[in-house]
Every structure is written in C-alpha cells, then in structure tokens.
C-alpha cells in the first residue's frame, strides 16, 4: 500500500531556531499534499494545503511567514516552523494521496512528528 | 456549531464487547466519509470509508451512514485489547485528491483483557 515517510518523528529545539519536517510518499506521486497539527486529546486540525509547484493555500488563522511549505517534487513536501517558540510545541502529520486514485483509497498519513520547543 | 461533532469519550469496554463510536455533522455536502484509527504518538491509519449513505462491513468493522440525519457510526465487534486506539471521524465535500478531510475530535477506546 502507499506509504508515506515523515521525518524527523521527534524534535527538541531552542526558541528562536527554525525546525524543518520533511514529507515524503515513497511509492507513489503526490501533487496535493496536506500538513496537520495536532493537541493532545484535540482532533487534527488542517494547516494548510501543499500544491506540487505553487504555492500553499493556508486555513484562516495559520501564519504562512511562520509555517513555511515546499512542495518541491511529486514526491516531497517540507513543512519548516520559522523562529519556533514553545507555544509551537505540537504534533504535525502530513497526508497524502497518490495521484489519480478514488477516494477508496483514502489518503495516507506520515507517522507524525513532535516538536518541542524549549 | 462545530461541522463535525464527535463524543472524545473516553470509552472503556471489556473484550469481546460490541462497540459503538459516532459522529454528527452539519455540513449536508459531505459525501465520503472515513474512519481513521490511531495509535498513541502514531499518524492515522483508514479503516473505513463510504461513500453517500448505507452501511460496509469489513471483518469486525461497520460503518454506516445515515445522509437524512447527518450521522455516521462505526461498529466493532468483538473487540480485542489490539482496538485501544483513537478512532477518528473525517468527511470530504468530494473525493478528488486535492480535496481537504474535516475530522472529529476523536474517541479514545481502551479494550480490557
């Protein structure tokens, strides 16, 4: 089955550094990407929207300066958090569904990552 | 009113139980609707999708979908210690590829040897 690969799974970073997440779909091509975040005991609330080759589209209330996203291949969507500070600790999935597919097949997520900002 | 109302439990049931997780909706133009199961610290995994209303079953797992009251449900039977998971609602306007999932809160279920 499609499989994507997120990485890094756990990151601890000092307040003011930038952090980047990288998505990848590793057996399939992806022109739509979408990036979550989530608290805990909180549903996953949508970010934005990653489009191979353009640029993001950014749900109302989510800073794009900050939440910084490439969608630089059909198979690979980074997600960087500039100048993280530690209201930005969460957790941050990435999803993905290979091109041309019904939505039987439903979209794959990434095993997620931690940000901690201390 | 939230577009899509969840019951974040938690739920706790002794194995073998039949288990029953809803979710209601507002949005009447949702037509695909999913369930997802996470496990802690884990992205979600699908377990189950439908498309407009009526009912799939998959092993243990059923889904319905009732359109007419904007309800969906999924059904566990005989639940194993194995189920203790999240499980999360989503639903989707359309089923193109590019189109974004509204999820639930989530209901954590914890199976009882």
């Known amino acids: 089955g499609a499989v994507v690969s997120q990485h890094p799974s756990r990151v601890i970073c000092k307040s003011g550094t930038s952090v980047k997440i990288e998505c990848r779909s590793l057996?399939?091509?992806?022109?739509?990407m979408f990036w979550y975040r989530q608290f805990p005991k909180k549903s996953l609330m949508l970010m934005a929207t990653s489009n191979e080759g353009s640029k993001a589209t950014y749900e109302q209330g989510v800073e794009k300066d900050k939440f910084l996203i490439n969608h630089a291949s059909l198979t690979l969507s980074t997600l960087t958090v500039t100048s993280a500070h530690p209201e930005d600790s969460s957790f941050y999935i990435c999803?993905?569904?290979?091109?041309?597919?019904?939505?039987?097949?439903?979209?794959?997520f990434g095993s997620g990552t931690r940000l901690t900002v201390v | 009113q939230k577009e899509v109302e969840q019951d974040p439990g938690p739920l706790s049931v002794p194995e073998g139980a039949i288990v029953s997780l809803n979710c209601t909706y507002s949005?009447?133009?949702?037509?695909?609707f999913m369930w997802y199961r996470q496990y802690s610290r884990k992205g979600p995994e699908l377990l189950m999708y439908?498309?407009?209303?009526g009912n799939k079953e998959d092993g243990r797992f059923t889904a319905q979908v009732d359109k007419s009251s904007k309800y969906i449900s999924l059904f566990i039977r005989d639940s194993q210690p194995s189920d203790s998971a999240t499980y999360l609602c989503a639903m989707s306007v359309s089923g193109g590829s590019n189109y974004k999932l509204t999820f639930g809160k989530g209901t954590l279920l914890t199976v009882n040897p």
């Open positions: 439908t498309y407009s209303s």
């Open positions: 057996d399939f091509q992806a022109t739509t």
């Open positions: 949005n009447s133009a949702f037509q695909y």
């Open positions: 999803s993905a569904r290979e091109m041309g597919t019904g939505y039987n097949y439903g979209y794959t």
